[in-house]
């Protein structure tokens, strides 16, 4: 089993930035443990969407609407994964979730509320 915590969620001003965390426990990067991490988010009334994921090639990937104002990436030696969001917009309201897959299996975290708003 993978468990998944998430932190640093909050209401923060559009422009302004935020960092999320998200660690795992019950596993750890590599082959024959977690292979890709990211982040998704659900806003009011639409589906969930990835946001960017992570994998243990260090292969990054986005959604076209975060691409240059959002980065992910890994603490060395940790199976943590930071999502670094900067310009933040009115649009970027969700709940983010961290995910992570192990074995083929997806594994989330509890979500993280993000407020963009002034």
């Known amino acids: 089993q993978v468990q998944l915590v998430e932190s640093g969620g909050g209401l923060v001003q559009p422009g302004g930035s935020l960092r999320l965390t998200c660690a795992a426990s019950?596993?750890?990067?590599?082959?024959?443990?977690?292979?890709?991490m990211g982040w998704y988010r659900q806003a009011p009334g639409k589906q969930r969407e990835l946001v960017a994921s992570?994998?243990?090639?260090?292969?990054?990937n986005y959604a076209d609407s975060v691409k240059g104002r959002f980065t992910i990436s890994r603490d060395t030696g940790k199976s943590t994964v930071n999502l670094q969001m900067n310009n933040l917009k009115p649009e970027d309201t969700a709940v983010y979730y961290c995910n992570a897959i192990r074995m083929t299996a997806p594994y989330w975290g509890q979500g993280t509320q993000v407020t963009v708003s002034s």
């Open positions: 992570l994998n243990i090639g260090g292969i990054t």
């Open positions: 019950g596993s750890t990067f590599g082959v024959f443990g977690i292979t890709v």
